[in-house]
């Protein structure tokens, strides 16, 4: 499915701001707290604040866990990061695993953006 921006992604992006923790599959790198900026069906953008962490903990290829820390939406899983932004400091982060309701509170999320195209069955 082509999103409306011509970009080469497989499913378009939803722009948020949910706080974050991404915690290393390596247990020798602490846990990081980032904020989520944007969000598909098939993975997360965060937003990096420091990029020393991106150096060791974040880097591609490598395996993480996810969850966020907001009320209003609850939302968890494994991911890989599959890129590195490092002018930008982002992070992309493809799903891998979605925890228990996670899947169904994404579609609910995506589903109140008007302009968000879904086949969601």
């Known amino acids: 499915m082509a999103n409306r921006t011509g970009e080469r992604r497989q499913n378009p992006r939803a722009y948020i701001e949910a706080s974050t923790l991404i915690t290393p599959s390596s247990k020798k790198n602490p846990p990081v707290y980032t904020t989520i900026q944007n969000i598909s069906l098939s993975g997360i953008g965060v937003k990096i604040e420091s990029p ?46 979605l925890s228990k309701d996670s ?19």
């Open 103 to 121: 899947g169904k509170n994404l579609e609910e999320l995506l589903r109140l953006f008007p302009s968000f195209s879904l086949n969601i069955h």
């Open 52 to 97: 020393s962490k991106i150096t060791e903990a974040l880097q591609k290829g490598k395996r993480v866990e996810f969850k966020t820390q907001e009320d209003y939406f609850q939302f968890g899983g494994e991911g890989e990061v599959v890129w590195v932004s490092s002018p930008w400091k982002i992070v992309g982060i493809k799903f891998t695993r």
